[in-house]
């Protein structure tokens, strides 16, 4: 065997051993070998389409100086939700960004023009730190997205259980905004 394949074997089992088995519990690799670590959050929009009216809401949870706040439009906006949360929304939103690699859906833009008829998505992320996660698909999906809305979706569904008694309806005949 030439020196240059034992350099090739020798380097493929330093790759293969030691590049992501050993990462701390705050830190994964993405696809380009570049460590990722979790971040905290500032805002979390998401927007879901579909083909039946009712099935359009959009959420956003984002803190400030004043804590955590969850604005919510659900069933094409005649149903608005606006409350404050605890702290702890937003680790568990870090938590479920971090464990479904979200970060790696930033530029995901696309569109599946064979579908008549189905749904749509639109999700932006602001971390601490000024960096941000944008996609956005029209019956079209990142790999992973399935696993990922159930994960955060659930959290938001919860929480509208929780706070039912303030979700408001908007009156039909109000066109004000």
């Known amino acids: 065997m030439g020196l ?16 992501g088995t050993n990462t701390p519990d705050n830190n994964i690799l993405d696809g380009g070998n570049e460590m990722i670590e979790k971040k ?4 979390f929009s998401y927007s ?10 959009n959420y956003t949870f ?14 094409c906006g005649w149903e608005k939700l606006d409350v404050d949360l605890e702290d702890d929304i937003m680790e568990q939103l870090e938590d479920i960004v971090f464990e479904h690699q ?3 859906w930033n530029g995901f833009s696309k569109t599946n023009t064979n579908v008549m008829d189905g749904e749509g998505f ?36 919860e929480l509208t259980k929780i706070h039912a008694d303030k979700i408001m309806e908007k009156d039909p005949y109000d066109y004000s905004d």
Not at 6 to 19: E, P, Q, R, S, Y
Not at 48 to 57: A, F, R, T, V
Not at 126 to 131: L, R, S
């Open 102 to 104: 979200m970060y790696q």
């Open 40 to 43: 905290e959050i500032r805002s």
């Open 48 to 57: 879901h389409n579909g083909s039946i009216s009712y099935d359009g809401y």
């Open 122 to 157: 639109s999700l932006d992320i602001t971390f601490m730190d000024g960096t941000t996660v944008s996609a956005h698909g029209s019956n079209a999906f990142p790999s992973g997205y399935g696993a990922a809305e159930d994960a955060f979706n659930g959290l938001f569904w």
């Open 62 to 75: 984002y803190q400030d100086e004043n804590g955590v706040h969850l604005t919510a439009e659900m069933n």
């Open 4 to 19: 240059a394949k034992i350099i090739a074997v020798i380097t493929a089992m330093l790759f293969a051993g030691g590049c």
